[in-house]
């Protein structure tokens, strides 16, 4: 499985309506992605970096071409087949976080496990093994509301690697932290990329973020412009 | 099905004060539907209960020509005791009753009535009839408290008493009050005269005949007699059977009010919780629930207000309706206008059929009303929704 190609999309486009006319938010974009990659969707905004990630997440469908993920082809999934595509093998980290503000830390990382109808021993045991990855097992019972931006960008990493997914898609998962945080949660996610062969794919057009890339996919109104394979330029902050 | 439970309960614990002022609207459905209805049913039992004790028995039978409607009829609708019930009525286990009009004159007004003769030694009916047995020189009248307050008539009173005998022809006479009984059944009080059937068979001219007789509770045996025809408790209690059924079409639109503003409720929450939560719906589906799940998810919050409004009802109210089960719900004064028996205090009844019947409505019309505004989920981009995107 080392090497092979995880997700592959060929000749993509997508359009939205927009009014009378059509937005063309992807163009003709070819890429493969093989397991274990830290690689990131970079470009300003609109260039089609979430778009594309959505795509890949099963939340959407291209119009034309054709998206490849885990075997699964994007464009005939069906409703209860794309859920469980994005239950069993892929997690999401969100800008905004997106926890569920009434639960606790426990209940939010617990939740995918719930979904997967995983026994409460196998979970307790999942989900402090993903805060202590995170380094937050002393908030299991803290609410969204009484984290940090940091602790909850945190929460919602632990969240998506509770499952430990085959894929995991972050869609600027910075935007909303310092430096100081954002270094700390892009160390997590490299640590986890490294220990659990966790493939990332991020969309971002954050430097911070880009630091830690070791692909850069930079895209341009909707088109790939550079594909690039490099060396993570991380440092200590 | 048992994540969306949990995940459901989850929420609704977590929604705070807005879960439970909802619960507490729909617990007060649940326990005023209760009330109202154990109310209806405790005032059918015990309607029922006093109509058989003092008015009909185990049944009446009555003569083929009577009609209690159609006072043209009781000139004809009499005749002798039939031989094969004469018996009990010697034995006092049947009473016969002889039904004949006249006018009384208390205090100079003229006043219509119904004249009751009925064999004093009867122990058939509660009408305390022992009390027609007095030496007085004037005819024994035995009326109701009704009776006696609205024509102003006192025991010893003297009542001018006019009748036609069975062949038209006037006659008078004065009638001494012997006896005032108080009952809950206003049906044998209001503008009856209960008199000995022996001086009224003397009156009419009619020896030995009689309109209707009641047959004793405990009687269960049904005789086939000729020119009378048998009524028991199914067409005897009909009218007020009716008039339950009557007040609880009323009732049922209390009801349908009280459901309403509690679905109102749980509408409003769940047509806010689905604009208000698009990013957690949006969240719910990039973590694997399928839309269905995730409308099955909302539903069941709704339908679990319902569930929760149980146990707080039942926190309050089944010591509340036991309580008032216990002490009664007094009538007041004038609740004798409704044309039923009522007694001063009515006990509720809770029947088991009736908590399941009202639990069961109160739930299933919670599911609907949640479902309805959860359906739009499914119209829903996740992508947009994800992002918070009013849609």
């Known amino acids: 499985m080392e090497n092979s190609k995880i997700i592959t999309i060929t000749d993509m486009v997508k359009r939205f309506p927009m009014g009378k006319n059509e937005f063309t938010a992807l163009n003709g974009i070819n890429l493969s992605f093989t397991k274990g990659e830290f690689a990131g969707l970079v470009g300003p905004s609109g260039s089609g970096k979430t778009t594309l990630l959505n795509i890949v997440g099963s939340l959407d469908v291209p119009s034309d071409g054709k998206a490849e993920v885990l075997g699964h082809t994007i464009n005939y999934l069906s409703h209860k087949k794309a859920a469980k595509l994005r239950n069993f093998h892929l997690g999401f980290i969100f800008q905004t976080f997106n926890l569920l503000p009434i639960y606790t830390v426990y209940e939010n990382v617990e939740f995918p496990l719930l979904l997967l109808k995983k026994p409460a021993e196998e979970r307790k045991k999942a989900i402090m093994d993903a805060l202590d990855w995170v380094g937050l097992t002393d908030k299991v019972k803290s609410k969204p509301a009484q984290l940090s931006g940091g602790e909850s960008q945190r929460v919602a990493i632990a969240r998506a690697m509770v499952k430990k997914p085959e894929i995991v898609l972050a869609d600027e998962p910075t935007a909303n932290l310092d430096a100081d945080n954002s270094f700390h949660i892009l160390r997590t996610m490299e640590n986890l990329n490294r220990e659990l062969n966790t493939t990332f794919l991020f969309a971002t057009h954050d430097d911070k973020v880009i630091r830690f890339l070791k692909r850069i996919i930079r895209l341009e109104d909707g088109k790939v412009v550079e594909d690039a394979k490099v060396k993570s330029k991380a440092v200590t902050n | 099905m048992m994540i969306s439970l949990k995940l459901a309960l989850r929420n609704l614990l977590g929604a705070g004060l807005r879960t439970w002022l909802n619960v507490f609207v729909l617990s007060f459905s649940y326990v005023m539907i209760i009330w109202h209805r154990g109310f209806l049913d405790g005032w059918n039992k015990q309607a029922r209960f006093d109509t058989i004790n003092w008015e009909i028995g185990g049944g009446q039978y009555w003569h083929s020509e009577y009609d209690p409607y159609d006072p043209f009829t009781l000139t004809d609708s009499h005749s002798a005791i039939p031989d094969n019930l004469k018996s009990a009525v010697d034995k006092g286990e049947n009473a016969a009753i002889l039904v004949s009009q006249a006018t009384i004159y208390p205090e100079g007004r003229l006043q219509g009535v119904i004249l009751k003769g009925i ?37 010893g009173d003297m009542v001018m008493i006019r009748w036609r005998d069975k062949n038209g022809t006037f006659d008078a006479a004065e009638g001494e009050i012997v006896g005032i009984f108080k009952t809950t059944v206003p049906k044998i009080d209001n503008g009856q005269m209960w008199i000995p059937i022996e001086k009224l068979q003397e009156m009419l001219q009619l020896p030995g005949e009689t309109t209707i007789l009641t047959v ?37 639109i209390f009801y349908f009010i009280l459901l309403l503003l509690a679905m109102l409720a749980i509408f409003d929450t769940q047509i806010l919780s689905i604009f208000r939560r698009q990013k957690e719906i949006g969240t719910y589906v990039a973590l694997g629930m399928t839309r269905g799940q995730v409308i ?23 010591p509340l309706l036991i309580w008032q089960a216990k002490i009664g719900f007094a009538m007041p004064a004038m609740a004798d206008d409704y044309g039923l028996a009522i007694t001063e205090r009515i006990f509720p009844e809770y029947g088991a059929g009736l908590v399941i019947a009202t639990i069961l409505i109160v739930t299933i019309t919670a599911t609907i009303v949640s479902y309805m505004p959860a359906r739009k989920i499914a119209k829903m981009n996740p992508t947009d929704a994800i992002k918070g995107k009013i849609q």
């Not at chain 2, 000729?226 to 199914?234: A, L, P, S, Y």
């Not at chain 2, 909302?298 to 339908?303: H, I, K, L, W, Y």
């Not at chain 2, 207000?305 to 707080?312: E, R, Y």
């Open chain 2, 216 to 252: 004793n509770k405990e009687n269960k045996e049904i005789k086939q007699v000729e020119g009378w025809t048998f009524k028991g408790h199914d067409f005897l209690l009909s009218e007020m059977d009716e008039v339950i059924k009557t007040k609880k079409v009323g009732g049922s």
């Open chain 2, 296 to 318: 099955s998810l909302f539903t069941v919050e709704g339908a679990m207000h319902s569930i929760l409004a149980i146990g707080v009802a039942a926190v309050y109210g089944v």
């Open chain 2, 119 to 155: 064999n004093v030694n009867q122990s058939v009916i509660k009408i305390p009839t022992e009390k027609l047995k007095t030496d007085t020189e004037e005819i024994p009248v035995l009326i109701g408290t009704r009776m006696a307050g609205n024509n102003k008539l006192n025991i």
